[in-house]
């Protein structure tokens, strides 16, 4: 069983800066992992994406002010967002895809202030 544990949520005011750690209980060189966000009433959302090879994929609602990154020596995943909007606000999950099996992480809840 794969465990991942997000950190760095809380509350930012909007143009600020957050940034989102996932530490993962297994190895995750060239995994498949990404950042996905919710909010109450609404679907799961992807947010970025790192496939297997290393290809990166952002949303466009996020693209350009965003960076997911990855350390494979600590088996952890990286969110950096930029000039955050209210509208970013959501919990956010840490996903990993390996063998035909989605793991997510518990989720963490991001509240951003107008």
């Known amino acids: 069983q794969v465990q991942l544990v997000e950190s760095g949520g809380g509350l930012v005011q909007a143009g600020g800066s957050l940034r989102l750690s996932c530490a993962a209980s297994?190895?995750?060189?060239?995994?498949?992992m990404g950042w996905y966000r919710q909010t109450p009433g609404s679907k799961r959302d992807m947010v970025a994406t790192f496939s297997g090879f290393g290809t990166i994929e952002y949303a466009d609602s996020v693209k350009g002010r965003t960076t997911i990154s990855r350390d494979d020596a600590k088996n952890t995943l990286y969110l950096e967002m930029d000039s955050l909007k209210p509208e970013d606000t959501a919990t956010y999950y840490c996903h990993l895809y390996r063998y035909g099996v989605h793991f997510w992480g518990q989720g963490a809840l991001v509240t951003v202030s107008s």
């Open positions: 297994t190895n995750i060189k060239s995994t498949s």
